[in-house]
């Protein structure tokens, strides 16, 4: 049966023509629900996940270098590594390089759990760009990249 346009039974993306901003912003936030979602029976949240493969990947990373990959701030960051060392996947170590900066280490636990988000996140990707070619996907990709360039030079204030 045909859903009928305009009906309570059809996605309001659909609906009417969304401006570009508008449907970024909305999938970005039904990916985080559904990441959450996904990750919240590992007593997680997306950003305590990003936080564990990022540190997998960069061991050493310091939480400064991490504010911008979470979209938070220094605080943010510093209350999320305390939530994951709290659970025992995460330490802060004296910087090799600078004393004054705390580098972050996966605990046995967290390097495991880690491997196991890696895992979860290649299927997830795979599934949320179902039904699109590489060349589609990469063309998707350097869109993105693109208009993020663009907000990256829109002056403050700017309608």
Same mark, same amino acid.
């Given at each position: 049966?045909?859903?009928?346009?305009?009906? %309570?039974?059809?996605?309001?993306?659909?609906?009417? +023509?969304?401006?570009?901003?508008? =449907?970024?912003?909305?999938?970005?936030?039904?990916?985080?629900?559904?990441?959450?979602r996904q990750v919240a029976p590992l007593g997680l949240t997306m950003q305590?996940?990003?936080? =564990?493969?990022?540190?997998?990947?960069?061991? /050493?990373?310091?939480?400064?270098?991490?504010?911008?990959?979470? =979209?938070?701030?220094?605080?943010?960051?510093? %209350?999320?590594?305390? %939530?994951?060392?709290?659970?025992?996947?995460i330490t802060r170590r004296v910087g090799a390089r600078d004393r004054r900066?705390?580098? =972050?280490?996966?605990?046995?636990?967290?390097?495991?759990?880690?491997?196991?988000?890696?895992?979860?996140?290649? %299927?997830?990707?795979?599934?949320?760009?179902? /039904?699109?070619?590489?060349?589609?996907r990469a063309e998707l990709r350097r869109l993105l990249l693109h208009v993020?360039?663009?907000?990256?030079?829109?002056?403050?204030?700017? +309608?």
């Amino acid at each position: 049966m045909a859903v009928q346009r305009g009906t %309570r039974d059809e996605p309001a993306l659909e609906r009417e +023509p969304q401006r570009v901003g508008r =449907l970024v912003i909305s999938v970005a936030r039904e990916l985080r629900t559904f990441v959450d979602r996904q990750v919240a029976p590992l007593g997680l949240t997306m950003q305590q996940a990003e936080l =564990l493969v990022w540190t997998y990947r960069q061991r /050493g990373a310091s939480a400064t270098d991490l504010t911008d990959l979470l =979209l938070t701030d220094d605080a943010g960051v510093s %209350r999320l590594v305390g %939530r994951l060392e709290a659970k025992g996947l995460i330490t802060r170590r004296v910087g090799a390089r600078d004393r004054r900066a705390r580098a =972050l280490q996966l605990t046995p636990s967290g390097r495991a759990l880690a491997k196991r988000l890696l895992r979860f996140a290649g %299927r997830g990707n795979e599934m949320l760009l179902a /039904g699109l070619s590489p060349r589609e996907r990469a063309e998707l990709r350097r869109l993105l990249l693109h208009v993020s360039g663009n907000i990256g030079t829109l002056a403050p204030g700017a +309608p």
